[in-house]
């Protein structure tokens, strides 16, 4: 088993920055690929981005691009993710999820292990 440990939840107003981290511990080997999802009420969860725990391969939604960075700790087993120029629409409830093989990085439910998530908010 994998536990995730998300941190980093915040208020914070339109154009502001936050940095969300993600612990995992536990049977950490092998993991394939860890990623964070976002979702808001009433909502499907919607893929924010992704990093492979060996090649470091990333990918990130359109509305992120050139704003949100996803980076790894290979040491301490933590990912994070460093939200810039944030918008109201990225408010949401962040999950970090973390999958064991390589299945398709966008979909939620190829994703086996999932943290208890951390709100953002940004303000107008």
């Known amino acids: 088993q994998v536990q995730l440990v998300e941190s980093g939840r915040g208020l914070v107003q339109s154009g502001g920055s936050l940095r969300l981290s993600c612990a995992a511990s536990?049977?950490?080997?092998?993991?394939?690929?860890m990623g964070w999802f976002r979702q808001t009420p009433g909502k499907e969860r919607e893929f924010v981005a992704d990093?492979?725990?060996?090649?470091?391969?990333?990918h990130y939604t359109d509305s992120v691009k050139g704003r949100f960075t996803i980076r790894k700790d290979y040491a301490s087993r933590t990912v994070y993710l460093q939200m810039n120029s944030l918008r109201p629409q990225d408010t949401a409830l962040y999950f970090c999820a973390a999958a064991a093989v390589n299945r398709e990085y966008r979909t939620a439910r190829n994703y086996d292990y999932w943290g208890q998530g951390t709100q953002v908010t940004v303000s107008s």
């Open positions: 990093i492979a725990w060996t090649s470091g391969i990333t």
């Open positions: 536990g049977r950490t080997s092998p993991l394939y690929r």
